[in-house]
């Protein structure tokens, strides 16, 4: 079983996003009824592979369950940004469905949480013989190539 670091961009003083993407932490995150579900509160990377594998969301106020469950983590290939505005889209959420997503409580990120996230989105975790991160819903490539500067 492989083990893979994720960590929190901003506590690695020696990244930044790269230059041909936009930070979108701040921006508004908005399902599949456009309503806004949260705000992007911080990037989760593979500091070995130099990917964004997760965006952490701050939940609306009207979402929060409890003090403790007002984050979740979205893999980045099921989000799309705004061509436009800064906006980042999630097709398989909207308001009544990200009520029954995994929160994230910044404790060690387990598979079996990865599993429970991508099953969440209508995703059936990927089995075959590859590395967990290079099925499509962590395709960061496809997050930002609707920004990408020219």
């Known amino acids: 079983m492989e083990t893979i670091v994720l ?3 901003r506590d690695l003083t020696d990244f930044e996003v790269a230059d041909d993407n936009p930070d979108v932490r701040g ?9 806004a579900l949260g705000t992007v509160h911080e990037l989760i990377v593979e500091p070995e592979a130099m990917k964004v594998r997760y965006l952490d969301v701050e939940l609306d106020p ?8 007002n984050h979740i983590l979205l893999p980045i290939g099921v989000a799309a940004i705004d061509t436009d505005d800064d906006n980042v889209f999630v097709p398989a959420l909207n308001a009544e469905s990200v009520l029954n997503y995994p929160p994230y409580m910044e404790i060690q990120i387990t598979r079996e949480y990865e599993e ?17 991160y290079e099925q499509d819903s962590f395709d960061a490539d496809s997050f930002y190539s609707r920004r990408r500067a020219s």
């Open 116 to 132: 429970a996230m991508l099953r969440a989105l209508g995703q059936e975790p990927s089995t075959a013989n590859r590395r967990f």
């Open 27 to 35: 921006w508004t995150v908005r399902g599949n009824d456009g309503q």
């Open 62 to 69: 009207r979402f929060h369950i409890n003090e403790y469950e």
């Open 7 to 9: 960590r929190r961009l």
